[in-house]
T-cell receptor
Framework: GESVGLHLPTLSVQEGDNSIINCAYS??????FIWYKQESGKGPQFIID?????DKRQGQRVTVLLNKTVKHLSLQIAATQPGDSAVYFC??????????????FGQGTTLQVKP | DAGVIQSPRHEVTEMGQEVTLRCKPI?????LFWYRQTMMRGLELLIY????????DSGMPEDRFSAKMPNASFSTLKIQPSEPRDSAVYFC????????????FGQGTRLTVV
């Protein structure tokens, strides 16, 4: 069935260090993946996405890696800052022709940044 | 654009009462999603619409839940009758239909059923 799961519920890092958040997915038909950040009291906010025809994509301070062989997704945050403290979700999206598809979310990883 | 707008932000109601949550998607977006978030179950997709038509409502927990989208700029999620286990944060999100699956989320409605 469809499921997206995260390996660790909480990740604690020192300010300035790099963070790596992992995610496993089980649906081999998924062809689009998104990382969201959710701060307390707010809705999820888009960080970065990647399509299945890519294995790496970089944004500002963030990099997403996709390993389709083992169905694994990771989010790397460089030089982690206190403002990065939040819950991070990976989500998978199946894009049937002419349709947005639906997002299936993982359980989330809490990132705590220590000053 | 103001983004996805949800109302109310907070709702406290008594068990058995009807609850209606409202959502205004981003103008021009053709897809609308209702999610429920709890500590135990995380973010669950309840239902989604494309061009105002419900496409997949398999996530709707039971018949007490219903959703409508009468036009491209408005959607409601109704719970009748409400139960304490319905307490959660309900999010609405919208996205463009073709080629872009990124969903933009509203601030959510925190529902407490006592």
């Amino acid at each position: 069935g469809e499921s997206v799961g995260l390996h660790l519920p909480t990740l604690s890092v020192q300010e300035g260090d790099n963070s790596i958040i992992n995610c496993a997915y089980s649906n081999s038909a998924s062809d689009y993946f998104i990382w969201y950040k959710q701060e307390s009291g707010k809705g999820p906010q888009f960080i970065i996405d990647i399509r299945s025809n890519m294995d790496k994509r970089q944004g500002q301070r963030v990099t997403v890696l996709l390993n389709k062989t083992v169905k694994h997704l990771s989010l790397q945050i460089a030089a982690t800052q206190p403002g990065d403290s939040a819950v991070y979700f990976c989500a998978e999206n199946i894009l049937p022709s002419g349709n947005t598809g639906k997002l299936i979310f993982g359980q989330g990883t809490t990132l705590q940044v220590k000053p | 654009d103001a983004g996805v707008i949800q109302s109310p932000r907070h709702e406290v109601t008594e068990m058995g009462q009807e609850v209606t949550l409202r959502c205004k998607p981003i103008s021009g977006h053709n897809s609308l999603f209702w999610y429920r978030q709890t500590m135990m179950r995380g973010l669950e997709l309840l239902i989604y619409f494309n061009n105002n038509v419900p496409i997949d409502d398999s996530g709707m927990p039971e018949d007490r839940f219903s959703a409508k989208m009468p036009n491209a700029s408005f959607s409601t999620l109704k719970i009748q009758p409400s139960e304490p286990r319905d307490s959660a944060v309900y999010f609405c999100a919208s996205s463009l239909r073709r080629g872009q699956a990124e969903a933009f989320f509203g601030q959510g409605t925190r529902l407490t059923v006592v």
